[in-house]
């Protein structure tokens, strides 16, 4: 069930994004002052990157419940597909078109692009974030839950081993371990 909640809320963050990155984008088509289009533009692409902020956050958080009660990790590495796409999109995407627009209409353009660097050190940031939350689930999840072997009981000999006695039920009794 919670795989499907995840899959719901992706596919509606993915949607989401889309649909307000191409809003802002198509600002920038607009046959009203160069400078009333950039301003909408400025102001739609800041919701856009709010909700993939947004988006990433509850995701983030529904695929560490995941792969904490499942032990499946493929929603952490969803999650950071979709941040990294939609940040790439973003940062090279739309940002690149926008400084296209302010030069194609002598409006002034930042004459070193620092945006898609940016966007290149948060989706590798957010690599190594999911990289290190699965590290630290798996380890947390060993810690708390430790996998009962053979060799980890013979190890405590104090451990207290109940045999079935051959006069039936009732007469169990508990034996201490042989060494």
């Known amino acids: 069930m919670l795989a499907k909640i995840y899959l719901i809320v992706l596919a509606a963050s993915v949607a ?12 920038l088509g607009s046959i009203g002052s160069p400078a ?4 909408g533009y400025l ?10 902020w947004f988006s990433s956050a509850v995701l983030l958080a529904l695929a560490i ?12 590495w969803a999650t950071f597909a979709y941040f990294a796409l939609a940040i790439c999109v973003f940062y090279f995407g739309a940002e690149g078109s926008y400084v296209d627009f302010l030069r194609a209409n002598g409006m002034p353009a ?7 660097y940016l966007g290149f050190i948060l989706a590798a940031a957010a ?11 798996v380890r947390l999840h060993a810690r708390m839950f430790p996998e009962l072997t053979d060799a980890s009981i013979a190890e405590d000999p104090t451990e207290t081993i109940v045999e079935p006695s ?11 371990a042989e060494e």
């Open 65 to 76: 419940v995941k792969a904490w009660t499942r032990r499946n990790a493929w929603a952490l």
């Open 43 to 52: 102001y739609n692409s800041s919701i856009a990157l709010t909700c993939i």
């Open 36 to 39: 009333d289009a950039a301003a």
């Open 127 to 137: 690599g190594s974030a999911i990289y290190a939350i699965q590290f630290a689930i």
């Open 16 to 27: 989401a994004t889309g649909i307000l990155l191409w809003y802002a984008w198509t600002w």
């Open 110 to 116: 930042p004459t070193i692009a620092f945006r898609p």
């Open 166 to 176: 051959p006069g039936g039920l009732g007469s169990d009794k508990a034996k201490p």
